[in-house]
């Protein structure tokens, strides 16, 4: 069963989690704007961006899943930003597609994701950003980062590119590491144990493109204790 959200003002706040129906579309009316916070939704969700309409969008994966995130950019002068975050651990497996479809100009969208893998985890995510030929100065952008504690992780990160039109900018990245070895020999020579100094920079690191705000505390705080449970 398909849910349909119509964001119609300014300033909302939606919560998705596992109890959500699957399959979600989130129209997005001239001028309102909205921000999401996903805790756990499995499934689809499908975003239409009308003129000047704006998305903050913070999803949160900790088990194994199958996910979706469209975003169909049909009026001028709208934006989003989807930041994402990935613990998995065991023998979890993620799958994550995202697409910025961009056929209106001066559009942007930004998306932003930061995991941290252990033991056997599996983690697939691609990437495509599409800009039609009649959308002009258009900005989006697509950004992974992944830190690795074990040999066994396996991630695959594939972007793809379908740009028509030659006044736009459009970038992709992603790196894959592991902890940064001089950070935590900086963090024990101050007096913090092995330990938490790996819970330091894992919070530090999956939470930095988070801002704090209406909803965020608790987001924060849950990848926190997740965080807290693996190391």
């Known amino acids: 069963m398909e849910l349909t959200i119509e964001v119609m003002k300014k300033n909302q706040t939606i919560f998705l989690d596992e109890k959500t129906s699957r399959d979600v579309t989130i129209n997005l009316y001239s001028h309102s704007s909205t921000q999401i916070y996903d805790t756990g939704h499995a499934g689809s969700v499908t975003c239409y961006f009308h003129v000047g309409s704006t998305l903050d969008y913070s999803f949160f994966i900790s088990s194994s899943t199958q996910k979706k995130l469209n975003l169909f950019f049909v009026g001028e002068n709208a934006l989003a930003f989807v930041k994402g975050v990935c613990i998995l651990q065991e023998n979890q497996n993620a799958s994550l597609v995202i697409e910025q479809n961009h056929s ?128």
């Not at 919070?203 to 608790?218: I, R, V």
Request: proline fraction near 2%; aromatic fraction near 6%; glycine fraction near 6%.
């Open 104 to 231: 209106a100009s001066n559009t942007e969208s930004v998306f932003l994701m930061r995991s941290l893998l252990a033991d056997e985890a599996v983690l697939y995510q691609k990437g495509n950003i599409i800009v039609l030929q009649k959308a002009s100065s258009v900005a989006a952008s697509q950004k992974s980062k992944a830190i690795t504690l074990s040999p066994n992780v396996k991630v695959q990160m594939l972007p793809e590119l379908d740009v028509r039109n030659k006044n736009v900018r459009c970038l992709h990245g992603a790196a894959v590491g592991s902890f940064d070895e001089k950070q935590l020999f900086y963090l024990q020579s101050r007096g913090v144990d092995g330990k938490s100094a790996r819970q330091l920079l894992a919070q530090s690191f999956l939470t930095a493109d988070l801002k704090k705000g209406k909803g965020q505390e608790e987001f924060i705080e849950m990848i926190h204790k997740k965080v807290q449970e693996l190391l």
